[in-house]
């Protein structure tokens, strides 16, 4: 059954997954233009050659001394000297591989940042989507309550209606212009907004229809799959490799460095040459960095545990929201497809069959229920593209 389920899941997604190419695009194109996500990339090559800067071997140390001698029968003395001090052999290795696992972490980093930034677009895209549906269902509406509006004033200028009437479906007609307008204003800050993100480049969009994406017949299941490959959790794990790699460094430092170099010496004639070692004892240098590192360990290992907690309950929430938002979309869609008595109520009207009011309050009952529909449908778009950012 679980097999069914998941092919039939599957081919829903192949289905919506062709009405989103239109959002897709519009994401791939946000994500090469918007100017956070460039800005951040540069940020991020500097700071991996950043990463890169320090871990060589320290400048070669070169001496030289002139000494007058006094009285000057002793003559002068010249000491040169070239020395060239290094870590214990095995910390250059765990510095080298400590560099290359924070650079992968900050492109962990980037593709958390990436993510975030697309979710707020498609989110945009989804409350667009809404707005431009309201913004049709209003321009019906404005024009149909024109229409009557109309209708009554010449009733009202032939006497067949009074003012009383013939105010109610005027507010009604300037109450139907108004919100409609509203709706567009908040349409063009929605447009705005999309135009930031995508590098202050225009984006036409001007679907209406938020299209109900399939949730995965289980919950568990499809999120052991999600986890991997969540960046933030990548992140918190890789920064557990990181400090247990800053435990094995900080134990090669506390090892004894070594310098090793030329030296000579002038004097009265005389010439010596030779080599010169060196050793430093660690006895005060590194005191405690291997504890501290060691914390770091732990510490890491708490985040990333209440990371996957925080994520397992934000998404299983979602989840369950999603599950009811998508129930409660597909009633009203088919109550509204099934039971609209908006055409019959025109007609009734028309004819005389019902009163102004009547008709008032029996289409606004409609409409309210359209709107209620949009606004679901918009909710349950929005949920689901969080539960599904990783996707992106």
Not at 9 to 29: H, P, T, Y
Not at 108 to 132: F, G, H, P
Not at 233 to 252: E, N, P, T, W
Not at 330 to 348: D, G, V
């Amino acid at each position: 059954m679980k097999k069914i389920l998941f092919v039939l899941f599957s081919l829903c997604i192949l289905f919506v997954a062709q009405a989103q190419n239109g959002i897709d695009k519009i994401l791939q194109e946000i994500e090469t233009n918007n100017t956070s996500l460039l800005a951040l990339q540069k940020q991020i090559e500097a700071q991996k050659l950043s990463n890169k800067t320090g871990i060589s071997l320290p400048n070669p140390e070169v001496t030289y001394s002139h000494l007058w001698g006094t009285p000057r029968e002793i003559g002068n003395q010249k000491e040169f000297g070239v020395t060239q001090s290094f870590d214990f052999p095995t910390v250059f290795g765990h510095q080298n591989r400590l560099v290359e696992m924070e650079n992968q972490n900050l492109d962990l980093y980037y593709q958390s940042e990436r993510m975030n930034t697309l979710l707020r677009a498609k989110q945009i895209i989804i409350e667009l989507t809404y707005n431009n549906a309201l913004s049709d269902h209003y321009a019906k509406r404005v024009e149909t309550a024109r229409i009557i509006a109309d209708s009554y004033q010449k009733k009202f200028e032939q006497g067949e209606t009074n003012a009383i009437e013939r105010n109610k479906i005027q507010l009604n007609f300037i109450t139907c212009v108004n919100k409609k307008e509203k709706i567009d204003i908040e349409r063009e800050a929605l447009r705005n907004e999309l135009k930031s993100l995508n590098g202050g480049k225009e984006i036409q969009y001007n679907e209406t229809e938020n299209f109900l994406y399939p949730l995965p017949p289980d919950f568990n299941e499809w999120y052991v799959a999600v986890e991997l490959k969540n960046p933030i959790l990548q992140y918190l794990s890789k920064q557990i490799d990181i400090k247990k790699q800053q435990v094995k460094l900080s134990r090669a430092q506390g090892l004894p460095k070594f310098s090793a170099g030329y030296v000579s010496e002038r004097i009265l004639g005389q010439k010596l040459e030779g080599v010169a070692v060196g050793i430093s004892i660690p006895l005060w240098e590194n005191k405690n960095n291997v504890k501290q590192a060691k914390a770091g360990v732990r510490s890491s290992e708490t985040s990333l545990e209440d990371g996957k907690i925080q994520y397992y309950t934000k998404l299983q929430t979602l989840f369950n929201q999603s599950s009811s938002l998508q129930e409660t979309a597909q009633k009203y869609r088919n109550a509204i497809s099934s039971y609209s008595n908006e055409p019959l109520l025109r007609k009734a009207l028309d004819a005389g069959e019902i009163s102004l009011l009547e008709y008032l309050l029996e289409v606004e009952f409609y409409y309210d229920a359209f709107n209620n529909m949009l606004e679901v449908e918009r909710d349950y778009a929005l949920t689901v593209s969080e539960l599904t950012a990783i996707e992106l």
